[in-house]
């Protein structure tokens, strides 16, 4: 891709942006008509592309239904507008929530996507007060000669400001008296980057690395 014409490069990114966007909008929209034939009372597991790659109907052995509400490239910002669609029409018992990566990605800073976060959560306790909700912490990245992670978009994300925006979700969750499930510490290596065998690509995760994540959340269930 570097190698490529910036003008190249400007329009392939384009043009890639906007199947992300049709992208987005058609697995919204399929949200909507699958909410009118699902079941209440289960589990949904809400975010990004992380969330949306999650093998949920292979592992979960559970009685409750459960639900993959992920919808790849999103940030807080759209799940906020989308809570809806997303969460609340499926009127949970469980809310399991990943979300934030993409904003550092676009190169949001912690102290705004909190408030953002904090937004989400507070209105599902608002229209679902019943229903638990178990907030993860943002996984680590790996960005090494061999796991670049965004490499076709341009990325702002870092462990540091990973590891900032954590620590402000944490308080957040205590303050809220919400479930904050620190998986950061489980899917990171000793200098903090995200285990090599828990990843395809730098950001997502491998097979392996979602088995360590289910097993870390199913305590919870």
């Known amino acids: 891709m570097q190698n490529l014409p910036q003008e190249l490069q400007t329009v392939l990114k384009e043009i890639a942006l906007l199947h992300v966007e049709f992208s987005k909008k058609n697995r919204l929209d399929s949200f909507g008509k699958l909410n009118l034939l699902a079941k209440k009372n289960g589990i949904v597991f809400v975010g990004d592309s992380i969330t949306e790659g999650f093998p949920l109907y292979e592992?979960?052995?559970g009685s409750k239904p459960i639900y993959n509400r992920g919808i790849s490239g999103y940030t807080s910002l759209e799940l906020l507008e989308n809570l809806q669609e997303m969460v609340c029409d499926l009127e949970p018992s469980t809310v399991v929530l990943l979300i934030g990566t993409n904003d550092l990605g676009i190169g949001n800073k912690p102290e705004e996507i909190i408030q953002r976060i904090e937004q989400i959560c507070s209105d599902i306790k608002g229209k679902l007060?019943?229903?638990c909700i178990l907030v993860q912490s943002i996984y680590p990245i790996r960005n090494t000669e061999?796991?670049?992670v965004a490499s076709f978009f341009e990325s702002d994300r870092n462990n540091e400001e990973i590891r900032r925006l954590n620590a402000m979700i944490y308080e957040m969750s205590n303050q809220l008296?919400?479930?904050y499930?620190?998986?950061y510490?489980?899917?990171g290596d000793k200098d903090g980057s995200l285990k090599i065998n828990f990843t395809t690509d730098g950001l997502h995760l491998s097979i392996e690395g979602y088995e360590m994540v289910y097993d870390e959340l199913?305590?919870?269930f």
């Open 59 to 61: 592992m979960y052995q």
């Open 129 to 131: 007060p019943y229903a």
């Open 146 to 148: 061999h796991h670049k």
């Open 177 to 179: 008296g919400l479930k």
């Open 181 to 183: 499930i620190d998986l």
């Open 185 to 187: 510490s489980k899917l």
């Open 218 to 220: 199913k305590k919870h």
